[in-house]
């Protein structure tokens, strides 16, 4: 099958969603990918080369800048349409609602079936066609909710197929299928490799690695921390990423010192030895934050949560889930006293990355849904 993905910015290197393309390149499919050669993000600004090829993947990055791919994908249409007029697929799949330009315009322009894999369905977090969304949600959220759902309708009826990543989100599959015949939950891939390397894993350190803004609950890890590091056999405390809440936690490394680690951002690469290095990943966020939820898992690092994500998280399976951040404290010092928990979390953990969220169980997904496209008629 050849399949033509569209993308923001990806790479091998940094974006572990990537890697599900990549492995349906590796098994015989011929994959183009075309994306942006810079973006900022959660790692800081990165960036790669305008084409790639890995295995039966081609990566064709022809926008310089991820915004120009979001807000104007026709300035760059004279290249991209001569790339894909000589490859010409058999389907397109476009990664992201506020990306939908370019895919949409591709599959008009081929005339070829258009699948789009969106984070969300709920209407709060699905986006709207135009700037100034996020002031709009805040200070009009109702008037935000009816934006994105006459955005949602008119997007899905282009499909012929719908992805999402989100879990809590499968009991609205049966509001989208009234526009778009077929309707998928497909997991977020979070592929970490195998690779262990001379990292030395320390039972004493936790870690959070996500945004910290007040959509991820960033307000919870703030008052988490004091609690972490006072009440707890935690030794150390490393928290990773950007956001509002960043100087917040900065006022509490003045406070703690070397105890508590504060970095804005790093590589993939350098996050996935924070998390070898880690006796445990806290995450506070109550409806998102899956990437660090299967970094967790595909690291072994054993994961304690605050919230079950609508049922994502299985209790004392994969993930330890308290009541609230008070039951924090005694979690985790059962964690660091008890190796049976220890060890018991690490294999719940990763036998559900193994079966969901590597590049083989993800790739396998888009695989299913796409032949379910196309299958003759």
Known sequence: MKILFTAPFWSQEINSISRG????????????????QEADSLKGKVSAPSSEIIGGTE??????????????PQAYWPEVREKIDAFQPDIIVGF?????????????????????????????????????GGK?????????????????????????????????????????????????????????????GDVRRDRSTGIYIGSLEGFKNAAELVEAIPLILEQTKTKRFIVIGPGEYASHVQKLV???????????????????RWLRSAGYGYTPVADCGLGFIGDCWGTGTPLIATHELDGFLQKDIDTIIVDNVHDLSRTINSLINSDTLFERMQRGGNDRYISNFTGQAVGEKYLEVLQEVIKPQ
């Not at 393309?21 to 942006?36: E, K, R």
């Not at 990566?59 to 800048?65: I, K, S």
């Not at 070829?112 to 709207?128: C, G, Q, W």
């Not at 109702?142 to 879990?167: D, G, I, K, W």
């Open 254 to 272: 003045e406070h703690y010192g070397s105890r508590l680690v504060y970095i804005e951002s790093v590589s993939r690469s350098e996050a996935i």
């Open 59 to 72: 990566f064709f990055r022809p926008y310089p800048n991820s915004k120009d791919l979001t807000w104007r």
């Open 136 to 196: 709009l949600r805040k200070w009009f959220p109702n008037f935000y909710c009816t934006c994105s759902r006459l955005f949602r309708r008119y997007l899905v009826n282009q499909c012929s197929a719908v992805m999402f990543s989100y879990y809590g989100d499968q009991p609205l599959i049966p509001d989208i299928k009234r526009h778009c015949p077929i309707v998928h939950y497909v997991p977020w891939c979070t592929e970490t490799d195998d690779q262990q």
């Open 21 to 36: 393309p990549i492995y349906l390149g590796n098994q015989g499919h011929n994959i183009l990918i075309i994306t942006a």
């Open 96 to 132: 992201g609602d506020p990306f939908f330009r370019l895919p949409l315009r591709v599959s008009r322009h081929l005339k070829v079936p258009l699948v789009m894999f969106f984070e969300y369905l709920r209407l709060d977090k699905f986006s709207i066609p135009f700037r100034g």
